[in-house]
């Protein structure tokens, strides 16, 4: 197992992930309530490649949800992205006795393929498509700083692209250290300095 995994920032969770994952992104997304869970029907794309990859997909029946590549070439890729993902895969240790007595103990090693990455995938395509949408009508979308440290999705925001009004309530707020989102990603502000 490979340990020293290269890593990117995905732009709109910030999540940091295996930079073989982040060659691969949603470009469309369609949910709905399922029997067990939501069902899930997304198209994905590849970086160095024309046109729709492969699909996540999660029937809603309470399995997981899985990328199916449109070939196997691209499936194979993904797998091999996946199969080596250092510190994001599961490692589970286990130690038992079956019934006849017989002793088993090992590792079991999770790729993240199985259910995270997808997920991953499916959180920054919404994350991104709210963050964008209130930025194009005109409102800055803001997380603090412990915003951020909670799990990085919540932000609220204000009804103005206006840098300095912002850090103003900002910082009238107790809550000098945060961000703002632009169409380019999230802005770090730290304005402590100002803080009374």
């Known amino acids: ?6 890593t990117v920032v995905l732009p709109a969770t910030r999540r940091e992930v295996p930079a073989s994952l982040a060659e691969f992104s949603v470009s469309s997304l369609k949910q709905m309530q399922g029997m067990d869970g939501v069902v899930v029907n997304a198209n994905v794309r590849h970086a160095s490649r024309k046109g729709v990859v492969g699909m996540i997909l ?3 029946f309470g399995g997981g949800t899985k990328f199916r590549g449109n070939d196997r070439e691209v499936q194979q890729e993904w797998d ?8 994001f895969a599961a490692t589970e240790t286990y130690d038992y006795e079956d019934s006849d007595g017989n002793r088993f103990s090992g590792t ?3 790729s993240l393929a199985l259910e995270i990455a997808p ?5 920054e395509y919404e994350q991104a498509k709210a963050l964008n949408r209130y930025f194009k009508k005109g409102e800055t ?3 603090t700083k412990s915003q951020r440290a909670e799990g990085g999705v919540e932000f609220f925001r204000y009804r103005t692209k206006d840098v300095a009004k912002i850090t103003a309530a900002q910082v009238a ?13 999230w802005v770090e502000v730290n304005a402590d300095f100002l803080t009374p």
Do not use: I, R
């Not at 091999?80 to 510190?87: H, K, Q, V, Y």
């Not at 707020?173 to 990603?185: I, L, N, P, R, V």
């Open 1 to 6: 197992m490979n340990t020293t995994v290269k």
């Open 173 to 185: 707020a107790k809550e000098a250290q945060f961000s703002y989102w632009t169409a380019d990603g």
């Open 58 to 60: 999660n029937d809603g």
């Open 108 to 110: 079991f090693h999770e």
């Open 119 to 123: 997920e991953w995938l499916v959180s």
């Open 80 to 87: 091999a992205a996946m199969t080596d993902s250092g510190p």
């Open 141 to 143: 979308p803001v997380q």
